[in-house]
């Protein structure tokens, strides 16, 4: 009976995941609104296809570039509003350790599976190695400016 409800959800699962990948480029964004990329100049077109956004550019064409913003914010500067939307990447940081097999082993039955510090698959004493982690950070990759009608008056990128 458990495996003919473990495989459907295994299944549903990895269906999840895909389509969850699936990637956000100015292609794809094209492809979802054709209708608001052709309004767009053929210069702004252009740039927006490569992902790529210079002043005087409008909003749709910085969403058709960039996509839409992880978080924006509002202001006013010499009392003229400006609107900023941030854009975030993740980037891998790479670290190396060492596990030195401090720990206790497992008590009971499966308590190798339930207590985490220091336990081998056996249930005895410690883990011992080293090991390599990716950890991902998010930081700010762009920044985008906005006058009171919409159009860009500053961008920045991260290198």
């Known amino acids: 009976m458990r ?3 473990i495989l459907p959800t295994a299944a549903a699962m990895i269906a999840i995941a895909l389509t969850s990948c699936a990637t956000n480029t100015p292609t794809t964004r094209i492809k979802k609104s054709p209708e608001i990329f052709q309004q767009l100049s053929p210069a702004d077109q252009e740039l927006a296809q490569k992902g790529q956004v210079k002043e005087g550019m409008e909003r749709n064409a910085v969403i058709i570039a960039l996509g839409e ?12 509003a400006f609107e900023k939307w ?3 990447s993740a980037r891998p940081v790479y670290s190396t350790g ?3 097999g401090l720990g206790y082993g497992g008590f009971g039955r499966r308590a190798y599976s339930r207590r985490r510090f220091g336990y081998n698959s056996l249930g005895g004493f410690g883990e011992y190695g080293i090991h390599q982690r990716v950890r991902y950070v998010k930081s700010i990759s762009s ?5 009171r009608s919409g159009k860009v008056t500053n961008w920045s990128q991260t290198q």
Do not use: C, Q, T, W
């Open 143 to 147: 920044i985008v400016e906005f006058d």
């Open 86 to 88: 941030y854009y975030a």
């Open 69 to 80: 913003p992880n978080k924006m914010s509002k202001g006013s500067k010499n009392g003229v």
């Open 3 to 5: 495996k003919k409800i």
């Open 98 to 100: 060492v596990n030195i």
